[in-house]
């Protein structure tokens, strides 16, 4: 089948992924030779090598996507989280939801109506700044009391870093 593809007597378009896939990931001269020297081997490298470039690719995308702003400042690699293990489910999935820009704050309409970032402004609190997720969590005063009842005071302080901490805790007893 491979030397009807290259005598342009079929067209496949799973022995061109083939090439492209392997030429991508850095092996060209197996796609020449059409064998390996070791299987094994080879076989690990490659795993490796798809691995590798999709959590390049998944970093990529999540900097340079602009509504992941703040899924960046907590995500900073791809893997599997903790809280999925140590949360009850309804809370792993609320907190799923919230990171991934599925909540119902109100910053979420202005974004779904179109609203440039700039106007986003605050209507629950007196503040009268541009909002985001991260007003929201440290600084709304409308959620000033559940801020206080549920976010260690430690966290508090109105910085991506505390940002990071927090939505990375790995003790859920707190």
């Not at 541009?130 to 409308?142: A, K, L, P, T, W």
């Amino acid at each position: 089948m491979l030397r009807l593809h290259e005598q342009k007597m079929i067209h496949s378009q799973y022995i061109d992924y083939v090439q492209t896939s392997l030429n991508n990931l850095g092996f060209s001269d197996v796609w020449l030779q059409q064998s390996v020297n070791f299987v094994k081997i080879f076989v690990e490298l490659l795993k490796k090598r798809i691995k590798n470039q999709f959590s390049q690719s998944w970093s990529t995308n999540a900097f340079n996507s602009n509504t992941c702003t703040n899924y960046r400042i907590f995500k900073n690699s791809w893997s599997s989280e903790n809280y999925w293990k140590m949360l009850p489910k309804n809370l792993a999935l609320q907190l799923c939801r919230f990171r991934c820009r599925n909540h119902k704050l109100p910053v979420k309409k202005d974004i779904l109506y179109g609203v440039e970032a700039n106007q986003r402004l605050s209507h629950l609190c007196s503040n009268n700044k541009v909002v985001d997720v991260f007003h929201y969590i440290f600084e709304c005063n409308h959620f000033k009391a559940d801020r206080n009842k549920l976010i260690p005071n430690s966290y508090r302080a109105t910085n991506t870093w505390n940002f990071n901490k927090l939505f990375n805790i790995s003790d859920y007893n707190m």
